[in-house]
């Protein structure tokens, strides 16, 4: 199996910026993709940010320009850096990634728990 450990969530003013890190565990053999949703209330999951085995990078226009996405292949950690924070951001977000795993065929889509962040004044 695959654990995500998520951290980095919490409450901050508009402008503000916060880190968001998930950590991967378990018998991968292969990270195809690691990213990040958000749900915020009575809305849809969507996609916020994506980064692919070769590095491309794929992000929500919404977020372009204030959030960008990395990674530590070493730590498989993928972190989500926001910047310019604004209340319309305030959602759990959602560690995503699709591996491959030892023994197994085929490939897996996991998440993370999702943590908690709040935009406000």
């Known amino acids: 199996q695959v654990q995500l450990e998520e951290s980095g969530g919490g409450l901050v003013r508009p402008g503000g910026s916060l880190r968001l890190s998930c950590a991967a565990s378990?018998?991968?053999?292969?990270?195809?993709?690691m990213g990040w949703y958000r749900q915020a209330p009575g809305k849809q999951r969507e996609l916020v940010a994506e980064?692919?085995?070769?590095?491309?990078?794929n992000y929500a226009n919404s977020v372009k320009g204030r959030f960008t996405i990395s990674r530590d292949n070493a730590k498989n950690t993928v972190y989500l850096q926001m910047n310019s924070l604004k209340p319309e951001d305030t959602a759990v977000y959602y560690c995503?990634?699709?591996?491959?795993?030892?023994?197994?065929?085929?490939?897996?889509?996991?998440w993370g728990q999702g943590t908690q962040v709040s935009v406000s004044s």
């Open positions: 980064m692919f085995v070769d590095g491309s990078t």
């Open positions: 995503n990634t699709v591996v491959s795993r030892t023994g197994v065929a085929g490939n897996y889509n996991y």
């Open positions: 378990g018998s991968i053999v292969t990270i195809y993709t």
